[in-house]
């Protein structure tokens, strides 16, 4: 026998477990357990098969994987005895889920076991179908579960009718038969399988609009008669708490009226006075009184229109809400937010309180407070709620600011009834909490500023003042900086002063110094520090006499590290140095933005975008709207093992990664240019790429780097194409240069269908300073093979050194370079180089040629590189 | 898979994961030329996060509001009892319990018995050092499942005779048991406390 399974029982497992002191103790107990459990598998070893399941059960809920003892448990299962089948069901419903392969296996035990003569055995069968049954499985014991719902023993009954509940969540199209033998349990006296009766004619109404209609003609009064005896009932022990007989069943009973009144007036009608009963008579002083009036509630709230029980539920829904108790204040606003569709005019009643709770310690009552709060605004409450919430926004916890910030911004931008209002409070907000502020949200700011000329002068005073005591708050420094920028003539010369505005001196230098301490604040972020470069080179233009001092500033950002800043920096230098006379032109101010583009644009956004700010929404309805089909309900419910992977994934994949690629690119407008290629994402450029010479100078260092991005994208290719194409079209930073691409497979070049020998020369490259013309030539007999011949001629008036030309193509086409003539090439068009070319087409016929180009040289001492691509080849090559 | 990629978050396969370990390695490594607001994103981007393919604890469910897990927790966060409803893989188990536990462990008893929980809720009830929770839909009842915990913990003490945590770790077994004779497939089984005793007597006979 082996000797460690012989030792530890299940008991001193989990003490010796207990007994550890660090983690890594309990890690080493676990791993020898688990040694002795294997070993003892590997023996067959019967006796011990039962203990060892039991401590795989706890060293899985401790978070070890206990895959190895799987197939343990279907052995357990297929034994005789009662103590190991149910050792055994256990471990399957905690080891294994519907997911697993090896669960096929155990149908067939299963499928005895519910026939089995023991009612025990059938009840331990039927829990375990209950908890992991697959669509498979479900299709297959289906009949069972059928007959069994028709059991003398009561136990059996009740575990039937829900496992038939999970059958019918994973295949509806079960439903039908399980409708007579539900609808007999509605009779039912014993209590456990009328709830679970109930239970199932719910979810059968749900899924099968036959089950509905049944249940509305033949169940409606049998179910309100149910639900008149249980509320009268008098004192029964075994199912009373706190008074109440059975709260559990009259909230199933309630849920189910709610499915079968829902758009049918009849039988709305039917269950009116039972619900006008419950309604008044329950007791509201313990928590389950409570939860039944909020059943009631929500069914008065969602079977047809009926006056009077909508005002009682309304009236109980306000007694919630002035509840002490935290969870009944919860549950009230919750149901308020579905009752806002039903009689708005109500619920505003309770505005104030509702407010109150925004405020409330409690983050899920502050968060469903928010919510309603947002839904009761409108143009007539606007002004005081927002006023509120903002005052509110000063004292609020750090983690809750996010969500209140979002929710006041979405306010005013909808509501706002005039400029000066949307521009004062988004102020207010951006000085409480500008960091908590999203981008798009200060972005429609500086588009609502520009828009309103006559508050130009006003806001950039306003923001002068806020920048003073608020200069931490980043999205209020660069809308500061943006309009200062602008509008600092406006600052300096109090123009436009509005009755309401307190006067205020600015001279030219404190404009200056509030850009100035943006750019030189060390949180102020790239954005802001680019903001304000700009920002200093308006206002060297109008304030001429602190020109120097701007200059100064911009001059300190030569040496900036980021590419960007240093590059601005070094421009706008020359600019105030150099360029007088186009200064004050180039600097104007900026023209109105158009709102209308604004919008539309943010409309347009990107889907991630888009996809946040849905997730409120769609928590928002709560049941407002009515649900979409069921269908979809069952891709994401239980259905997982027989639901197809969502198609759009892989649509999904390659736009993440497209947007992955793009932020860096964007990121980096200096250099973005060479990153075109790994934008595209078309797997011809790629292949471009991956025969690339490896590059020497330091800018192609991103190139090569780009190399990186193709293995996912190489990757890509399995997936779909159609899918893929269209979310490259969707892309608009990815589609124009595949357009490009693509127009290097169709023949543009206005040549002659003539298929002879004889080819027109091109000219594949042309610039100010370079022209390369290609001559080709082909060998009779040898079809796929094209010689070019590339002339290099110097257009400027420099001679270049170390001359390379390099060339790539797509993977179906192969390349071999000659050595070039020469590597120097005469000035001014005196003289050229030559360089031959040979390109196999493997896809003679099919596809043209195609090729990237890259040119570099030596002009003045200066590194100079030049890229191109050629799709201008002759047909036929 | 989960990216986030500064404020922009995406799902998508398990190559994705490789594919931002490389973007990663290569902005670090080869030093690009990226402004470090570039660099503060990639670096959050490695903050990947496993959903596995059903993310069902993720979406809005609209039929058959059910029971999704049952937990029962320490303070410590040690699991005494995880009763999962819906298929989800260990990992995924795991994240969800310290999640749940990092949710419900520091809540003041003032508070509400309820907390938002990815797209559901979680229903929890402190007895004494442990956290019965319960996730449902977001639409559920609330207040019937904080009644439904403690007419679990009822059975529980009376079937223990004053019940405490060490009889729940050595006989987890059997707790596991009482659950499936109250609560089977997520939904409520008996109502009867009284019923669920004797049911158990019964089975305890048999063994």
Redesign the interface.
């Known amino acids: 026998m082996n000797p460690f399974s012989s030792g530890t029982r299940l008991?001193d497992m989990?003490r010796a477990i207990?007994a550890c002191k660090t983690a890594a103790e309990e890690r080493a107990v676990v791993r020898k357990e688990c040694a002795a459990i294997r070993s003892s598998i590997n023996e067959n070893d019967h006796d011990y098969r039962h203990r060892n399941i039991?401590k795989l059960?706890?060293i899985h809920?401790?978070?070890y994987?206990t895959h190895f003892g799987q197939m343990e448990c279907l052995k357990l299962i297929a034994s005789a005895e009662?103590?190991e089948k149910?050792?055994g069901y256990?471990g399957l419903?905690?080891l294994l889920?519907?997911?697993q392969e090896v669960l096929m296996l155990v149908t067939n035990s299963l499928k005895q076991d519910l026939n089995h003569a023991n009612q025990?055995i059938v009840g331990l069968a039927?829990?375990a179908l209950?908890?992991?049954?697959s669509a498979e499985m479900a299709r297959d014991l289906a009949p069972e579960v059928e007959r069994l719902l028709q059991f003398r023993d009561p136990?059996t009954r009740?575990?039937a009718a829900?496992?038939a509940?999970?059958i019918i969540?994973k295949v509806p199209d079960l439903a039908e038969n399980f409708i007579n033998p539900a609808a007999a349990l509605l009779k039912e006296k014993h209590?456990?399988v009328l709830?679970?009766g109930v239970?199932l004619c719910t979810?059968l109404c749900?899924?099968s609009a036959e089950a509905l209609e049944y249940c509305r003609k033949k169940c409606t009064g049998g179910l309100v008669r149910t639900l008149k005896d249980v509320a009268n009932s008098p004192y029964a022990p075994?199912?009373d708490?706190a008074g109440i007989t059975?709260?559990?069943?009259h909230?199933?009973l309630l849920r189910l009226l709610h499915v079968l009144g829902q758009g049918d007036a009849d039988v709305s009608d039917l269950m009116n006075d039972i619900l006008a009963q419950v309604a008044t008579k329950t007791e509201t002083n313990k928590?389950?009184g409570?939860?039944i009036l909020?059943?009631c509630v929500?069914t008065i709230m969602s079977i047809e229109d009926n006056g009077g029980l909508r005002v009682l539920a309304i009236n109980i829904l306000g007694r919630f809400l002035s509840n002490r108790d935290?969870?009944?204040?919860?549950?009230a606003l919750?149901m308020l937010m579905k009752a806002i569709t039903v009689d708005t005019q109500a619920v505003q009643r309770h505005r104030a309180t509702i407010v109150e709770c925004v405020k409330d310690?409690?983050?899920?009552?502050r968060?469903r407070a928010l919510e309603l709060v947002y839904l009761l605004v409108n143009e007539s409450n606007v002004k005081p709620l927002t006023k509120e919430l903002i005052e509110y926004l000063e004292r609020s916890d750090q983690e809750f600011k996010g969500d209140l910030t979002a929710k006041i911004c979405s306010i005013i931008a909808k509501f706002s009834p005039e400029k000066i209002w949307y521009i004062d409070q988004m102020l207010k907000v951006l000085s409480e909490a500008g960091n908590f502020v999203?981008?798009e949200v200060w972005h429609a700011l500086i588009v609502v500023i520009s828009n309103a000329s006559d508050l130009h002068g006003y806001t950039v005073r306003a923001l002068y003042r806020a920048f003073q005591t608020s200069a931490e708050q980043e999205t209020l420094v660069r809308v500061a900086v943006w309009c200062i920028g602008e509008y600092g003539d406006l600052l300096v010369k109090n123009v436009g002063v509005l009755d309401i505005e307190d006067p205020i001196t600015v001279t030219e230098s404190d404009a200056v110094d509030v850009v100035e301490v943006a750019i030189k604040h060390h949180t102020s972020?790239?954005?802001t520090k680019a903001m304000s470069l700009i920002a200093l080179l308006k206002l060297s233009s109008r304030f001429p006499s602190s020109s120097e001092r701007i200059q100064d500033i911009i001059i300190q950002n030569r040496g900036s590290l980021?590419?960007?800043l240093q590059q601005r920096s070094i421009e706008f230098n020359s600019v105030i140095e150099k360029h007088h006379n186009i200064r004050s032109a180039l600097v104007e101010r900026m023209p109105v933005l158009d709102e209308a583009t604004f919008i539309g644009r943010r409309a347009g956004s990107?889907p991630?975008?888009v996809s946040?700010s849905n997730g409120p929404s769609?928590?928002l309805p709560?049941?407002v709207t009515k649900?979409?089909a069921?269908p979809?309900?069952d891709l994401?419910?239980?259905s997982?093992?027989d639901?197809p992977?969502p198609s759009s994934?892989?649509a999904?994949?390659l736009?993440?990664?497209l947007?992955?690629d793009l932020?860096?690119a964007s990121?980096?407008p200096?250099?973005s240019g060479t990153n075109q290629a790994p934008r595209t994402g078309t797997d011809v450029l790629l292949d471009l790429l991956s025969i690339e010479t490896p590059p020497a100078s330091p800018i192609t260092?991103?190139l090569s780097?780009s190399q990186?991005?193709k293995?996912?994208h190489a990757?890509?290719e399995g997936l779909s194409s159609p899918s893929a194409l269209s979310t490259r079209a969707a892309t608009p930073a990815g589609a124009a240069p595949m357009m490009d691409l693509l127009d290097g497979f169709v023949p543009n070049s206005p040549i002659s269908e003539d298929n002879g020998p004889v080819y027109p020369s091109i000219v594949a490259f042309e610039s100010s300073s370079l022209r390369i013309m290609f001559n080709f030539s082909k060998a009779r007999g040898n079809p796929q093979t094209t010689s070019i011949q590339a002339t290099f001629t110097n257009l400027s008036p420099n001679v270049y050194t170390d001359f390379i030309f390099q060339a790539a193509v797509p993977k179906f086409l192969q390349l071999h370079l000659d050595p070039a003539s020469s590597n120097t090439l005469p000035a001014g068009g005196n003289g050229s180089i030559t360089q031959n070319l040979r390109v196999i087409n493997s896809q003679h016929g099919k596809k043209s040629l195609v090729m990237r180009m890259r040119i570099a040289y030596k002009s003045n001492d200066e590194d100079i590189l030049e890229e191109g691509q050629v799709s201008n080849f002759p047909r036929g090559l | 898979m989960r990216i986030e990629l500064g404020h922009r978050s995406f799902v998508c396969h398990a190559h994705a994961l490789d594919f931002a370990r490389n973007l990663f390695a290569s902005c670090i490594v080869q030093r690009l030329e990226l402004n470090w607001k570039t660099k503060l994103c990639l670096f959050s981007s490695i903050e990947i996060h496993l959903i596995p393919s059903c993310s069902l604890l993720n979406f809005p469910l609209i039929i058959g509001r059910m029971i999704r897990f049952i937990l029962l927790q320490n303070r410590q966060g040690k699991t005494r009892l995880a009763k999962y409803y819906v298929p989800l893989e260990d990992s995924e188990k795991h994240k969800v319990e310290y999640e749940v536990h990092r949710l419900v462990v520091n809540r003041d008893p003032k508070f509400t018995n309820f907390v938002e929980f990815r797209t559901h809720k979680v229903i929890y009830r402190r007895y004494a050092g442990l956290f019965f929770s319960l996730c449902v839909d977001i639409t559920d009842n609330e207040l019937a499942y904080l009644e439904c915990i403690h007419l679990f913990v009822e059975i529980l003490d009376h079937f223990f005779s004053n019940v405490c945590e060490l009889d729940l770790v050595f006989n987890f077994h059997k707790v596991y048991l009482i659950l499936d004779e109250f609560i089977l497939a997520g939904e409520l089984q008996e109502t009867s406390k009284k019923a669920i005793i004797e049911r158990m007597g019964e089975l305890e006979k048999l063994e």
């Open positions: 008991r989990i207990r039991a059960m706890f809920m401790l978070g994987p009662f103590p149910r050792i256990l419903m905690l889920d519907e997911r025990y039927l829990c209950g908890n992991i049954c136990n009740k575990k829900l496992c509940i999970r969540k209590h456990g709830i679970t239970q979810d749900k899924v075994e199912y708490i059975d709260p559990f069943l909230i199933r928590n389950a409570n939860a909020y059943e929500e935290n969870n009944i204040r919860y549950v919750n310690s409690d983050a899920s009552i968060k999203k981008d972020d790239l954005t980021v590419l960007e990107t991630a975008t946040t769609l928590n709560n049941g649900p979409p069921a979809l309900v994401l419910d239980l997982s093992d639901a992977a994934s892989g999904d994949f736009q993440d990664l947007g992955v932020s860096p990121k980096q200096g250099i260092d991103i780097s990186v991005y293995s996912p990757s890509l």
